[in-house]
RNA sequence: GCAGAGGUAGCGAAGUGGUCAAACGCGCAAGACUCAAGAUCUUGUGGCUUAGUGCCUUCGGAGGUUCGAAUCCUCCUCUCUGCACCA
């Protein structure tokens, strides 16, 4: 065998890369006999400048984990490919005016012989590049397949625009308001057209799945943050705009203003301030209905602002109404409305004299808001009246269950709210709803306009300009800015009316763009209310035992005595004091009787606050704060005060959190027990917020709602070098998705790149095509992917890569799928993490997939940094390449490395000097079969095999690869120690095979094996074959060198002669855990064991005297 | 601001209630080999002390729980990562 230093590892690196490429030894199929195991790593962008020790970390755990599993008897699929569209490429075309393609193809060849001088045990059979037509097909399939669903759609909306990339970003591709790509670039927000995934209807899976998924918990908690589900409720505020509507109600059938819910809606109306007008339609219970008609123009009044109701007949009445007046109104509610004469009861004598046809078109020109009230407990007619209205003229459709058959309750609250404007908002508080004192909607809400007035345009239109000019770096600092659009709530639980604000801090996409502000208990809302001088209505106090008070007119002596300890005493006098629950009688008892008359004094209680007053007289009155004493107390406090009492007075809970001892049982965001909260006074913020809300679902005013934080995924770019929209816009049809025979929509190869912006604008073969609906000439979507789509899904195809027909076999991946482990960086936890997990949902639902999450394990590795701990990059120049460093170390050696300093989650710097080491120990193992002498395995050696085989598979199995290669140094030195058999010599060769697959082989073949150790079945621990007296010995053996050790030391220090002989004397039990041997190997020195008893044992100085269990006396001359 | 991860010897990094002055590697030091250097091997690597002992001080800082803490709890501090006015 070799010598060390004719070993060249260059040599056997290509050997056995040839031979198991000739015999294809990992190349995988399906199989009914073997377990499957799917093992994948993230495939790369072939970046031109070639794979780095990053790259082929991830590789490196990945093949470790696949050659390991392999050997232990599973069906390894392991495969590698190329997300090969992306921008780079394309850029490098622009420059040098040729083809990405040629780039891409240029860099994958480069990529893949690299990875192959790795050693990779890669099925390159399956190898699969993203910017194949044969694989972009199927990017277009699904594309075809979301869009038949709804889930692919095209909206205008503001996007995030990176200058850099010249096209539009993913919500997820911009970090701090930078472009993913470019730190440096600032994201634009444009207004643009955009094709959309929606991504957001598996939001609530999406989020829930996250508990099943064995997946590092950050990545988790990043997703979960990232879905930012919240639940909460969602409340209809009614709102009163400059318009101010006016109503028309008409009754139905055999009906009047006086029956159903008429009288109370005209009340609810007035009671806001509207005109009504209800008229008694003619002949009622035998109607003509042009009569009616006639009646209605005749003698009601109608302005654009008009709100027309009709229930029932009265609802055929408003339609032919609509069809004569002469200047649009504002809207039309329907309740119970019908259109045609078969959903009646034809004995009726109106049906047959009336024409029942209508004039749609009219109609729709003279209303453009149209609701539809549909009584899910509507027996009088049936449900799909509705929508035979709806397609006359469009309009929404209202499900909802009425207070009475065909609407007819005495308080129909739906009908109410849907004749008011209302606006829903989102709250998880909403037991802080009496504590609204304004709204909010976004600046950037589309229908901000609506709610502005003539008076306050001028100032919101300044206030816009500015947010709009704002570039969105200085939106921080800016903080939150705001202006009154002239537009008021309505509170639904007191009625109160409120100002709604417009203003930057309130995101328009999120919930419904407006936010009820409560300043009292949302610091956002506080900041707000501060700055534009706003009420702050407190409505929770803070749970706290003690009592607070702010007392006066008594003596500091008497507080102390009573035990109650002052907090402060303030300048003008005061005492701030904390009164613990079991003083609070004790301190009630000392008011009534200490206070100097003509002082008050209010504590809080666990429930609100308590007042004692003691007039100058000396009565003394008492009471509980709550919504009926507040006037009162609020008099007695201007009483007191020696001011006249305010026609208008404060809110108390104010007037005492303007007090900075109470205000922070008053102002905060925290829980608490509500106050001024009417009816809901005394609950907790969890019972309130279930209270309120059920008494909102019960008066149709809210409901139970959950809202995600994420969003649409954006995917239209405007690039060249992606997969291709399969859609056509044509002048007839609108915008028509391609057939899907006529796919795929091919990229070009004879075009120019000779600027920034994508050539398919302007390539008339690209463009130029006709629609596939009615053939006439129509223009293809030039925008492409976002090339997250390729990886979204490429996990599959690695399972029937070569299919033309289908976009898989489900019988292949119904085999291979889900993904076992799956290995990647950290950096795709909101991306392509979340997109592949959508992808997966859907094509489960369309009945693709049998399982719900593609990849069940999820293993991120660290970064490699640079020697200076820094990350890789050029600039710094202190990228290390992988060929290079193979090159120079061999590539077991840099494997090992790879993986030997640190548990692979974590980062860490690339080490000359650490591989060396890496080096230094793979030369000594071939250093040791080169010298080989087998023999019967050591009763220790079989011992230890046994025990480090089964911590190394432990350790591989949790990819603590880290402690697997210290093992395998221990062991290695025990096999240097100890004999062993060839076979077992084997077994180290299989430890060692993951970590280092080309050495192994070659020492496997040395050793005298036929075969692949690469298909060699992986090593079993037999735990009975684990000797603890071995254990034992080594421990002692251990501890006696350790010791002789030191003495040679303290002889050498005292310049004594340093002792050649040692001589132990052990107890007569202990001297067989003492192998003389092996000390003597250890310490290199003569060693001699006796037992203390031996009577011959040499012991001139008597040091058997100090022989102690587990310690063995020692004498060294 | 919120959330997550983390701070261990000169460095990287194990260790998550006693077996810990703390694996393993790198670095450093001494010794062996060599004419010498490198490579290799051996030993050492918190301090004091000692023929193998004993003691003290250490695991970001400060407290606490415990017979006992790097390890559990509380507060503080610093670093990294993610989200960023999400109502």
Redesign the pocket.
Known sequence: MAEVKDMDFYQIEKKWQERWEKKKIFQVSESSKKKKYYVLEQFPYPSGSGLHVGHSFIYTVGDIYARFKRMQGFNVLYPMGFDSFGLPAENAAIQAQSHPKKFTEEAIRNFKSQMKTFGYSYDWNRMIETHKPDFYKWDQWIFLKMFEKGLAYRKKSPVNWCPKCNTVLANEQV??GKCWRHEETTVEIKQLEQWFFRTTSYADELYSNLEKLEWP??IK??QR??I?K?H?TEIIFEIETERRPNFILLHGYTSSPKENFFPWLKKELEKRGYTVQVPVLPNTNNPDVSEQVDFVLKNCKFDEQTVLLGHSLGSVIALKVLEKVKKPIRKLVLAAGFSEPKFLDKKRSFEKTFDWKFDFEKIKKNVSKIKILRATNDSAAPQERAETLQQHFGGEILDFTAENNHISGKEEHVVLQQCLETFPI????PDTIFGVTFMVI?AQHPQLMDFITEKQKTVAQKFLKKITSTKQED??K?G?EGVFTGSYARNPLNGEKVPIYAS????AD??S?M?MAVPAH?P?DFEFAKKYDIPIKPVLLKKSDESYSYVMGINEEDIKKIGITIIEKTKSGFFKIKIPPDKLEDYKAFIRKNMKAGFWNEFTTKKGFYFIFKHKDGKIEEMELNEKTNDIIDKYGMIFNGEIPKNNPENVYSWLAKNDFYKELLIHPGPGILINSEDFNGLDTEEAKEHITIYLVEKKLGRKAV?Y?LKDWLISRQRFWGTPIPIVYCDKCGIVSVSEKDLPVKLPEDIKFNSTKNPLVNYKPFIEISCPKCKSLARQETDTMDTFVNSSWYFLRYCDPKNDKKIFDTKKTDYWMPIDIYIGG?EH??MHDIYFRFYTKFLRDIGLLKFDEPAVKLFNQGFILGENNEKMSKSKGNVVLLNEAAKKYGVDPTRLFLVS???PE?D??W?N??V??SV?FIK?IIDYFAHFKSGKTSKRAESKMHKYTKEITAYISNFRY??AV?RL??LFDILNEETISTKDAGIYLKLLHPFCPHVSEELWEKLGNKGFISLESWPEADETKIDQTIEKQDEAVNQVV??V???L??MREKQEKE?EQIYLYALPNEVSFYNSERISI?I?KKVSVFAVNDKNKFDP?Q?SG?TKPG??????V
């Open positions: 970090q701090n918990e950050f908690t990043a943050n990232w930012g919240s909460g989102f709250t998880t508080r976004s939106m921080d800016l939150k930057n801090f309130v995101i999120y919930g763009g936010i949302d956002r809202n934080k950290k936890a909101t300093n640190a548990s974590s860490k710097a080490s000097a650490g060396e080491g230094k000594k880290d402690l210290i140094r221990e350790n010791d050790m030191n003495i030391k303290i002792g250890k290199g100085e040091k100090k310690k063995p006396g020692i004498y060294i």
